[in-house]
């Protein structure tokens, strides 16, 4: 090392071998045999001011390059393991104001109460908002059943994103628009997305884009989740028991003709 510094014309200061780490690097001997105790040096200075990374998961290493005689840095990045998470999960997410209540169980109780079928309370949270309690429109429609605001307001609902409230007012809208309409779920639905007075413009399902396909999607989710209920249900009835084998019993009578009959 003393010799790589007397061909470089420098002298290591009195306090030793420590105080070659303040020498730089571009001072120091170019020729390969001088590179090698440069790159020992490097690392030992490294390590004595505290710069070796602590993270394990990224190691950075120095070699002399055989062919060139050139220092060649390297950086070595160790995979980081990270916790699984269900897809669609969000982190740290409840339930506002409904601990302990799912989803489900807040659509059957809207649904009972307002006599609406809980798989059309379904279909249409599903195509509305994907079951997400948080969610905004571009037009400001918020919650599980995408309330505009002023509807909200009107239907007495003081938290949007309240799963509970957002239901119930999104249910008794819908059985009020139901009715509105002679049970037409078609024109209902229509209504629910693009307002009741773009319905009575028409007399019809508006020629809206979006209005045509969201009654179109909610009206295939809900025929296909009630095929699959009923299906659900008729593969859930007990089969009827097998009747016992009947006995058969033949005989003459007195004129000698032949009878079978079933015991």
């Known amino acids: 090392?003393?010799?790589?510094?007397?061909?470089?014309?420098?002298?290591?200061?009195?306090?030793?071998?420590?105080s070659w780490c303040a020498i730089p690097a571009a001072r120091f001997d170019i020729r390969p045999n001088c590179r090698i105790a440069w790159l020992a040096l490097a690392a030992a200075c490294s390590a004595a001011a505290g710069d070796v990374p602590s993270a394990p998961h990224k190691i950075s290493t120095v070699r002399v390059d055989p062919a060139s005689g050139r220092l060649v840095r390297s950086v070595v990045v160790q995979p980081r393991v990270i916790a699984p998470r269900l897809a669609g999960q969000?982190?740290?997410?409840r339930e506002p104001d409904s601990p302990g209540t799912s989803i489900s169980e807040l659509v059957d109780a809207a649904a009972k109460q307002y006599d609406v079928d809980p798989l059309l309370v379904h279909s249409v949270i599903e195509v509305e908002s994907g079951y997400n309690?948080?969610?905004?429109?571009?037009?400001?429609?918020?919650?599980l059943m995408q309330l505009m605001p002023s509807t909200a307001k009107g239907l007495g609902v003081q938290n949007s994103f309240d799963p509970r409230q957002n239901i119930e007012a999104g249910v008794?809208?819908?059985?009020?628009?139901?009715?509105?309409?002679?049970?037409?779920l078609r024109l209902a639905l229509a209504a629910y997305n693009a307002g009741a007075g773009a319905v009575s413009r028409?007399?019809?399902?508006p020629p809206y884009p979006e209005t045509l396909n969201y009654v179109y999607q909610v009206g295939k989710r809900y025929g296909?989740?009630?095929?699959?209920a009923l299906k659900s249900?008729?593969?859930?009835?007990?089969?009827?028991?097998?009747?016992?084998?009947?006995?058969?019993v033949q005989y003459e009578d007195s004129e000698g003709r032949l009878h079978i009959r079933a015991q």
């Open 1 to 18: 090392m003393a010799a790589c510094f007397r061909q470089g014309r420098l002298t290591p200061g009195s306090a030793g071998p420590a």
């Open 90 to 93: 969000s982190a740290g997410f």
């Open 133 to 143: 309690p948080k969610a905004v429109s571009p037009k400001g429609a918020q919650g």
């Open 172 to 184: 008794r809208h819908l059985r009020q628009l139901t009715e509105q309409y002679g049970g037409d």
């Open 202 to 205: 028409y007399n019809t399902i």
């Open 224 to 228: 296909d989740a009630r095929r699959a």
């Open 233 to 248: 249900k008729a593969a859930s009835k007990p089969a009827a028991a097998a009747e016992p084998p009947k006995k058969i």
